[in-house]
């Protein structure tokens, strides 16, 4: 750790290569859809770290798993938001893609065809205690509970984080993929886990309650902190069983609304490893969940 500043954030996920095609209205099948397509750097748990990076005040690590194919260009892009990449490179997969389809039409929503490829393969053989030299915090991807070997990895890193005192965090990630998992399986696995970031349908979709406010409480029973991200409404934050506090969101105009919640986290993760408190933090998240949704990308944009 250097001296003079917080401990490091070590945040474990997918790194993907994002194809963003935005269109406005419906898509025409069986024939052309006008779009903007591009290719960016993207997965849930590097925009994570990026956005967390973006603050500054720590050191920012990322461990995840790429195929040959794009390794040094993720390498690079990682590097030049500031975060420090441990970057396993898988010799049978690629990388993983996500196709984004963003309907500008229709508040900037998107939709994700995706192939996890390497970003999936994770295993226990994958981790080293020595990760969490000097880290203050441990960040993991839900994406890493959907394959079994990603499971049993999960298991060896909050395992040997709780014997360092090291506090964990888990952002549930994907509601469709939770679905298939199943919520009684997914709150088994994130057992030990200290503070849970799910999205508004994600909280409800594990609880089974329609209300976000019900459900952020229900979980905070399994988890000692919920932040429950709800886009144009904000926050909200419940421990032991009740809700503590609600936090507004920023305006901002949507141009894309792809890492929003990925920023959102990275920026309370920050703030917390700052000395902030989680009400304060999740403030902070806000303002990076607004600032996202205004460019394209799931990455921050370029400082000018």
């Known amino acids: 750790m250097v001296p003079g500043r917080t401990g490091a954030l070590l945040v474990v996920g997918d790194v993907i290569t994002d194809v963003v095609a935005?269109?406005?209205?419906?898509?025409?099948?069986?024939?052309?859809?006008?779009?903007?397509i591009r290719r960016v750097p993207g997965g849930a748990g590097a925009n994570v770290a990026c956005w967390a990076a973006r603050r500054g005040g720590a050191e920012v690590r990322l461990l995840?798993?790429?195929g040959a194919d794009a390794v040094r260009w993720h390498e690079r892009e990682l590097t030049a938001c500031g975060v420090r990449p441990a970057l396993v490179v898988d010799e049978q997969a690629p990388t993983g893609t996500v196709i984004c389809l963003v309907d500008e039409g229709a508040g900037a929503e998107r939709t994700f065809l995706t192939d996890s490829g390497a970003s999936l393969r994770l295993e226990p053989a994958d981790w080293s205690?020595?990760?969490?030299?000097?880290?203050?915090?441990?960040?993991?991807?839900?994406?890493?509970?959907?394959?079994?070997?990603?499971?049993?990895?999960?298991?060896?890193?909050?395992?040997?984080?709780?014997?360092?005192?090291?506090?964990?965090?888990?952002?549930?990630?994907?509601?469709?993929?939770?679905?298939?998992?199943?919520?009684?399986r997914f709150l088994a696995?994130?057992?030990?886990?200290d503070v849970l970031l799910p999205s508004r349908d994600e909280a409800c979709l594990l609880t089974g309650l329609s209300d976000p406010a019900d459900a952020a409480v229900r979980l905070s029973r399994y988890v000692p902190l919920v932040v429950t991200k709800q886009g144009a409404r904000g926050a909200l934050l419940a421990r032991s069983g009740a809700v503590c506090a609600r936090v507004p969101a920023v305006p901002a105009v949507p141009r894309d609304t792809t890492?929003?919640?990925?920023?959102?986290?990275?920026?309370?993760?920050?703030?917390?490893?700052?000395?902030?408190?989680?009400?304060q933090a999740a403030a902070e998240g806000c303002r990076a969940g607004a600032q996202a949704v205004e460019h394209v990308g799931g990455r921050p944009p370029a400082r000018t």
């Open 64 to 66: 995840g798993r790429v």
């Open 129 to 184: 205690d020595a990760l969490l030299d000097g880290a203050a915090r441990l960040h993991l991807s839900g994406y890493l509970l959907f394959t079994e070997t990603c499971r049993e990895f999960v298991a060896v890193a909050v395992k040997a984080a709780r014997a360092r005192g090291v506090p964990v965090s888990l952002d549930p990630a994907s509601a469709g993929f939770l679905a298939q998992l199943g919520a009684g």
């Open 189 to 193: 696995l994130v057992e030990g886990v």
């Open 22 to 36: 935005r269109h406005r209205g419906p898509l025409a099948p069986g024939t052309d859809t006008t779009a903007t």
């Open 259 to 279: 890492g929003a919640g990925d920023a959102f986290t990275g920026a309370f993760l920050a703030a917390l490893l700052a000395g902030a408190d989680p009400e």
